[in-house]
């Protein structure tokens, strides 16, 4: 016979492995409001390949989340809804022929195929709820062109707005 507490234990650990997997679920009103913002973005897709890396950059004014936050958020949800996401980091040319420290050069350096360049517009808000946000895919391979973008905005919190962000980046990738 299992004693009482390995039998606590066991539903313990049961019950902890049934919740884990409902954690990132959408709920059905979720869902609803994802597929009404979806519906109203128009996607331009001009030959995107979405099996090479994607790098997230926000710009613009993020509020209080800061940009770097904001990229953190996109790649976790890009990643999740299928994409490959790459990183970038800024380099700056601090001194010149003279030695002196001034800021000659500042350049991104980034580690993917596409830039998914997303700019924040509207008023500041702590949780970005609001703000129209605009996405530009650029083709780091061609020259920087531009091969894709579309719009959407966001009206909720900021958890509900990283819940909508998986269907809305897994209809950019059904566009093709």
Same mark, same amino acid.
């Given at each position: 016979?299992? &004693?009482? =507490?390995?039998?606590? &234990?066991?539903?313990?650990f049961?019950?902890?492995?049934?919740?884990?997997?409902?954690?990132?679920?959408?709920t059905?009103k979720?869902?609803?409001? @994802?597929?009404?913002?979806?519906?109203?973005? !128009?996607?331009? +897709?001009?030959?995107?390949?979405?099996?090479?890396?994607?790098?997230?950059?926000?710009?613009?004014e993020?509020?209080l989340?800061?940009?770097?936050a904001? *990229?953190a958020? =996109?790649?976790?949800?890009?990643?999740a809804?299928?994409? *490959?996401?790459?990183?970038?980091?800024t380099?700056?040319? @601090?001194?010149? @022929?003279? +030695?002196?420290?001034i800021?000659?050069?500042?350049?991104?350096?980034?580690s993917g195929?596409?830039?998914?360049e997303?700019? $924040?517009?509207?008023? &500041?808000?702590? $949780?970005? $709820?609001?703000?129209?946000? !605009?996405?530009v895919? &650029?083709?780091?391979?061609?020259? +920087?062109?531009?091969?894709?973008s579309?719009?959407?905005?966001?009206?909720?919190?900021?958890a509900?707005?990283?819940?909508?962000?998986?269907?809305?980046?897994? $209809?950019?990738? *059904?566009?093709?």
């Amino acid at each position: 016979m299992v &004693k009482t =507490y390995e039998m606590k &234990k066991l539903l313990f650990f049961t019950i902890i492995i049934l919740c884990s997997f409902n954690i990132n679920s959408q709920t059905p009103k979720e869902l609803r409001k @994802a597929n009404k913002i979806i519906s109203t973005i !128009n996607f331009v +897709n001009r030959g995107i390949d979405f099996n090479k890396t994607f790098v997230p950059i926000c710009k613009g004014e993020w509020g209080l989340v800061g940009n770097r936050a904001a *990229e953190a958020i =996109y790649s976790e949800k890009m990643f999740a809804a299928g994409l *490959e996401v790459g990183t970038y980091h800024t380099e700056k040319t @601090a001194k010149d @022929a003279s +030695n002196r420290e001034i800021n000659l050069k500042t350049s991104n350096i980034v580690s993917g195929d596409y830039t998914f360049e997303v700019t $924040a517009g509207g008023f &500041k808000s702590i $949780a970005g $709820a609001g703000q129209m946000k !605009n996405v530009v895919i &650029k083709d780091l391979n061609n020259n +920087n062109k531009m091969v894709g973008s579309f719009s959407f905005k966001l009206i909720a919190s900021t958890a509900q707005n990283q819940n909508i962000l998986i269907p809305i980046f897994k $209809a950019f990738i *059904e566009s093709k």
